[in-house]
């Protein structure tokens, strides 16, 4: 539905997300709140290593995405929560997530 | 000297703000968004060197901080804004923002 | 296709570097960041949009990604330096940074 | 011992850790990191809710404080750590971490 994926001035962010004090396994935690941001208009995202990229054309949806997750967290009976949130929004340029790394990726050493 | 200073369970967190592109002295932009944050109800906060510590009731009051923030430095203009934000939400324990450095303050070796 | 990619200990790391005040546009001070990494022996990593993922097998690796980062824009002529990083330390399982998006990548909407 | 508290040009960072899985009170393994710290020469630090402020002549010394930290939570036992590092290099300008919210303070509404 976006046929010519046309420049847009996209908010872009860095989440992540975490309990304290359930284990050190917190895999299960982290799907849950992927999976509640999925039901957010508005918002596409991309799960990395150590946080999920972001991208929507306002504040308001990234932060509703904490929101959910905090939720999403406390829903599972977590007592203590730990999250971490970093916004770039660009007013002058048009552009989306992936145009942030093109001429990087090549650069990157990749686990072989 | 805290008479009643009833403990709550509250969402601590740490947020900064700056414009990228407006030149190395960024206090200006800093000191409007913290003026911002003062209109919100029910949200605590103080400044510290590299962030504002927020505390409150619900997470929605802490994200309205940000929000606000980001909207007080596009209003001055700024078309880049980079943002940073860390929560810890505890929901076993009622506890407020002095509780968490109680016993690590004479730990410390400020400047003098 | 990663035949004997054996499972080690690693230290994973988000990290991510910017001028301030150079303007809005930072692409060339990212590049020359990533560049100055890529001469570290024992370190992967992988740029993603808002921040390089690392992988080391002590931190002190990780570490130096830093420094070498932060004296690459300096080297520019840069004044003022902001930099973020998120360490994930973990000793009770060997992994990989690849094995923390299994089973998420599934669940994400990446842009169209 | 620094009779006029002179000027000099420093990195200023904000760190902060804690394990993932021992429980949700962290305050022990928060004043074994504050004191590791407190070995390093040439670094000066604050303790605030979210984090520790942290200011030296170079970024090495920030890093060690980093790595001491992990140390010392390893020391421990602690099997998964989460640390979290800011760091504002500022190369124009000579200032301290007390010059940043210098200002700022009369704005906060602290807990009363």
Redesign the interface.
Known sequence: M?PK?KRRIVV???F?I??????????RY??AA??SM?GIPG???????????L?AEN??TI?EA??VS?RAL?SMG????????????????RR???D??R???R??????
């Open positions: 976006q994926a872009i962010a860095e992540s975490h309990p304290i004090g359930t284990g050190t396994s917190v895999g982290v799907k992927v999976r999925s918002l596409t995202f991309d799960v990395a290593p150590m946080s999920s990229v991208e504040i308001g932060l904490v929101e905090h406390r977590v007592k203590r929560i730990s999250s971490s949130l970093r916004i770039d929004e660009r007013l002058d340029k989306m997530m992936s942030k790394t001429g990087l990726k650069l990157t050493r990749a686990t072989s």
